[in-house]
């Protein structure tokens, strides 16, 4: 009787292993679609990481060159209105040397003799009626171009939608929903 109980319970524990194993077999294939699917996942990410690394370096690069545009602009702004000032400055450094001239001259003139006061006196009295100071040239001081730095993401990328494609960036709001920076994006989720 031990032997019969012995070989039912071998029988049972027998029959115990095939399900048993059809698990294990169903579990390592079960494992092998996870890892395989960690695997897909990690590449996703590292060729989105890729392409949003890209693009921004991208944007670094046409804001970098629009910074050194509009610093150029700029220079070439502040060479041409500092030269304009600097010439009136010249100018009125010479019409305050001529004038300087002939108050000295008239100066002179008045602690002269009557005899020597006579000499020349209508052309210097000519001369102080005609001598104008010259108003400066009006300079506007002004900036006169628009400096604008467009910090406006989407106006940036619409400034530059020429040179690449930012459409194809998506940013990712709550809830992570992507949403594209195209203006009439029509394409479907994900």
Same mark, same amino acid.
């Given at each position: %009787? *031990? =032997? +019969?109980?012995? /070989?039912? &319970?071998? $029988?049972?524990? %027998?029959?115990?292993?095939? #399900?048993l194993r059809k698990q294990l077999e169903e579990a390592r294939a079960l494992t092998s679609k996870e890892k395989e699917k960690i695997r897909e996942w990690q590449r996703k990410v590292q060729v989105k990481r890729e392409t949003i690394a890209g693009e921004f370096n991208k944007l670094h690069t046409l804001l970098r060159e629009e910074e050194q545009l509009l610093l150029q602009r700029l220079a070439e702004e502040e060479r041409e209105t500092l030269q304009r000032l600097q010439e009136n400055v010249s100018k009125l450094s010479q019409e305050s040397a001529s004038l300087q001239q002939l108050i000295a001259e008239i100066e002179g003139k008045c602690q002269q003799q009557v005899a020597e006061l006579l000499k020349d006196v209508k052309s210097m009295l000519s001369r102080s009626e005609n001598m104008k100071l010259q108003e400066p040239e009006a300079v506007c001081t002004d900036l006169q171009h +628009?400096?604008?730095?467009? &910090? /406006?993401?989407? $106006?940036? *990328?619409?400034? =530059?939608?020429g040179e690449w494609s930012p459409w194809d960036i998506e940013l990712f709001g709550s809830g992570g929903s992507g949403q594209s *920076?195209? #203006? %009439? /994006?029509?394409r479907g989720p994900g």
């Open positions: %009787q *031990l =032997f +019969v109980a012995h /070989d039912a &319970l071998q $029988e049972k524990l %027998q029959g115990a292993l095939g #399900p +628009v400096y604008k730095i467009c &910090l /406006d993401l989407r $106006e940036a *990328l619409n400034r =530059f939608a *920076l195209g #203006p %009439q /994006d029509t």
